[in-house]
């Protein structure tokens, strides 16, 4: 456990790990996801972008918090340019201009409904000026929310959330914030996030 989350010291915890290339990618189809930090008030804790997705039916993430990203499209170079773009369309935050890179976490595989997916998902950690963290959220986006990171870092929010799936009720681990449960692809991107951290 760190004595501080800053954004100094995140930034150089996280230089003491390599991390595979920012463009390698693998077979099949893929998405991107950008977890995006900010300087906290005042030296304090770095925050956090956390997205909460729109309720729409067709979307087996419906209503989920998760970071800023999606599928790869044709126009992306590089999987990082997905989790850029997606950004940008997304939140309105362009981390081509004012964002760097900070670490590449493990990619996973993507689950819906209970059922792993072919979809694997590439986690990138960006650094993004306070100053150009004005947010546009687009009709994918319930809402946006930067949260101090030390809290979820040091456990204080632990918390578990229950989804119910074919009349059967799962109980997953989870990290409060507000009235909201980050729970499933995000936690466990979050706790790749902690364990490069702490290591």
Do not use: C
């Not at 819906?112 to 979809?119: E, F, M, S, V």
Request: glycine share 8%.
């Amino acid at each position: 456990m760190l004595d501080s989350y800053d954004l100094p010291t995140v930034r150089e915890r996280l230089a003491r790990h390599p991390h595979g290339p920012l463009e390698a990618e693998t077979e099949g189809r893929m998405a991107a996801v950008a977890a995006i930090l900010r300087d906290g008030h005042d030296g304090e804790d770095a925050e956090i972008l956390l997205i909460r997705r729109a309720e729409r039916a067709r979307d087996p993430w419906s209503g989920h918090m998760a970071f800023p990203g999606g599928r790869r499209e044709s126009v992306d170079r590089t999987i990082v340019d997905t989790a850029i773009r997606e950004t940008r369309e997304e939140v309105g935050l362009d981390l081509a201009a004012h964002g760097t890179v900070l670490h590449r976490l493990p990619n996973r595989a993507a689950t819906a409904r209970g059922k792993i997916t072919d979809l694997t998902v590439a986690a990138f950690v960006f650094e993004l000026p306070r100053a150009e963290t004005t947010l546009t959220s687009n009709g994918e986006v319930a809402e946006a929310i930067w949260t101090p990171l030390g809290p979820l870092a040091r456990g204080e929010t632990v918390t578990t959330f229950e989804y119910v799936h074919e009349d059967t009720v799962l109980t997953f681990p989870g990290y409060r914030v507000g009235e909201r449960v980050v729970w499933g692809l995000t936690w466990r991107m979050l706790q790749a996030l902690f364990t490069v951290l702490h290591a």
